[in-house]
């Protein structure tokens, strides 16, 4: 594989504030593969971390920090455990807060359960939630089950086996992140609109995916679609610097 001009950007996100949360080590050990890659940067993002709203929901609880490193990232990994059957509900509610920042990024789920199935009921729930957010979620996951028992008392991994298996999901991750990098930043949509400067260098950014947003502001409904059922933003990303930017497009005829 061609090493990247600039190093992907790959967060872990921890999904859960649970006292004693067993996906902590998980975290921690995906984080630690994931560090020894070259030409790849990581860091923990810790749901418990982030200054959350929780009296509103979407876009409205967004936090700027995290919007930025969402805005950077190239691809994302989700540790999320499995409570009733699904998915972390603040893991939801953090991801919710973001939109427009995950268009056509990567997203691998690494799953975490007492139970013998490895969080794969929660990830299964979670995949269509991924989708709508714009993510491009892989094949592989990894299973945590009956984690209980995966680490010792101080934390490190008991099963080794786990190691291989993180590896893979890994690669494919990267492959995934790399190529959707190039996409966003080369592989114009047909029917590209006028080049969008890039905000942050100048450069002639590449017009890559569009997505239909609810009109926010009365003041927008000038540029509502009456066929698509709200405002079109157009995606851009820059060759030149990896900066991500949109804007409305072009108002229907
Ligand atoms: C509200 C709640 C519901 C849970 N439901 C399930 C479940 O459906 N299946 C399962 O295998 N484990 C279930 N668990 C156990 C978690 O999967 C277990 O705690 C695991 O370590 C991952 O979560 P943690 O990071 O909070 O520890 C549940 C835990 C909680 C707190």
Redesign the pocket.
Known sequence: MVAPARALYVPVILG?V?Q?????P?ARVVLSELSRRPDLETELIDVAQLPLRVDDAGEATKDAGFSEKMRRSDALVLVS?????GYSGLLKHVLDSCLKEYVHKAVGVVG??????G?A?GIQDLLPVLRELGLAAIFWDVNFST??NAFDESGTLRDQAYLPRIDKFLNELVWMATTLRHGRERVAMPQSESPMRCPKCGAEMNHHAEKVLQAADPAEEWSVDPALGGVVEAMHSCPACGANASRRASAPA
């Open positions: 859960t649970r004693g949360r067993m996906s902590l998980v455990p499995e409570y009733n059957h975490v359960s007492a139970g013998p199935f969080g009921r984690v209980q």
